[in-house]
């Protein structure tokens, strides 16, 4: 069975940092993402990092956020710096034996219960 726990959301000043962890079981071979949610607004991509390690980024996050993993720790992170208000969501991390990417969230079969995240101005 595959699980999915998020952890390290918090509130913020714009210009800050917070690094978001999601440990994952059951599914090593896994194509892991970061999605995130607003209120009101559709679920979007952040970032995805396949078995093999290759990254893709969505452009309102590349360059600000990094995405990595520890496979020893079964552990993805999403190291998001330059926060700004309009990163306030929750984040959710996503899983799927496919490499679906970043975009169709919808295809993802494994998901994170999401973990908060909150920049003020």
């Known amino acids: 069975q595959v699980q999915l726990v998020e952890s390290g959301g918090g509130s913020v000043q714009a210009g800050g940092s917070l690094k978001l962890a999601c440990v994952v079981s059951?599914?090593?071979?896994?194509?892991l993402a970061w999605f995130r949610q607003a209120p009101g607004k559709e679920r979007e991509g952040v970032a995805g990092?396949?078995?093999?390690?290759?990254?893709s980024y969505r452009d309102p996050v590349r360059g600000r956020f990094t995405i990595s993993k520890d496979t020893a720790k079964n552990t993805l992170y999403l190291q998001m710096n330059s926060l700004k208000p309009e990163d306030t969501a929750m984040y959710y991390c996503?899983?799927?034996?496919?490499?679906?990417?970043?975009?169709?969230?919808?295809?993802?079969?494994?998901w994170g219960q999401g973990t908060q995240v909150t920049v003020s101005s």
């Open positions: 996503a899983a799927d034996l496919s490499p679906i990417g970043v975009y169709a969230w919808d295809l993802y079969k494994y």
């Open positions: 059951g599914c090593s071979r896994c194509y």
């Open positions: 990092i396949d078995i093999d390690g290759t990254t």
